[in-house]
């Protein structure tokens, strides 16, 4: 599905899928581990904000086509309604666990793109250079990651599926990026690593979103929130 608008610009990487995997903010359902420093409203404005801002400058940067991959109870009307002059796909995460979910939206967008990658809503730290790099990493490895600093990573990208790369993980824990990389070390899968980025999760993040200037001027109101709980 796509929703049209404006003309669309020339893509500097049109062999390339970028994937964001997010669930439409419904109070009390997303950033939950947030809920007790934010509030519930506070949290799910949070959020919101973090997938506004996500979508729109992965759009505005015009690197490759976009695609919203959804939680399966999220609705697309959400999302067609609140974002009508951006260009993007969309489609439903499918799997038992987060590793299935990627794998499968990974093989999925490959069967159609030379290169994939697959980014959140929680880093607003990633910026066009840091996607640039990962996409012509691609040109030489099977697969790219971004760790973040809690020890999983915000971003990963493949060239070819990879089945098994993301089985037997531990999701959540700290020690989601090292048993990545021993199951790609197991299966002899090629990979590079960029630089570690910090994403936002629980009350100690919070405080790096005044340093991401271009979330905190478009989204005043959301330091004020962090600020009024804190």
């Keep these: 599905m796509t929703n049209g608008g404006l003309s669309p610009k020339k893509l500097q990487y049109p062999d390339t899928q970028i994937i964001i995997f997010a669930r439409e903010p419904v109070c009390g359902q997303v950033k939950t581990r947030l809920i007790p420093a934010l509030g519930a409203a506070g949290a799910t ?24 991959c959804i939680t399966p109870e999220s609705r697309n009307a959400f999302f067609l309604k609140r974002y009508p002059f951006t260009e993007f796909q969309i489609t439903k995460q499918r799997g038992d666990d987060l ?29 066009q250079s840091d996607l640039e790099q990962a996409i012509e990493v691609l040109d030489t490895h099977d697969m790219v990651f971004s760790p973040a600093r809690d020890g999983g990573y915000v971003l990963v ?67 004020n929130i962090i600020n009024r709980h804190s």
């Excluded at 999701?171 to 090629?190: D, H, N």
Aim: charged residues 20%; neutral net charge; contains cysteine.
């Design 157 to 223: 990208g493949a060239r070819r599926p990879v089945p098994g790369s993301f089985t037997g993980i531990d999701w959540g824990s700290e020690q989601v990026m090292r048993q990545t990389r021993k199951r790609l070390t197991e299966l002899k899968i090629s990979w590079q690593e960029l630089a570690r980025q910090q994403d936002i999760d629980d009350e100690n993040d919070l405080k790096c979103l005044q340093h991401v200037h271009e979330f905190s001027n478009a989204f005043p109101h959301i330091l």
């Design 99 to 127: 590793g299935q979910r990627m794998a499968n939206v990974l093989k999925q967008s490959l069967s159609h793109f030379s290169r994939a990658i697959l980014i959140g809503t929680d880093c607003p730290f990633l910026n």
């Design 45 to 68: 404005e949070l959020y919101t904000a973090l997938l506004d801002f996500t979508l729109n400058k992965t759009h505005t940067y015009h690197l490759a086509p976009v695609c919203l």
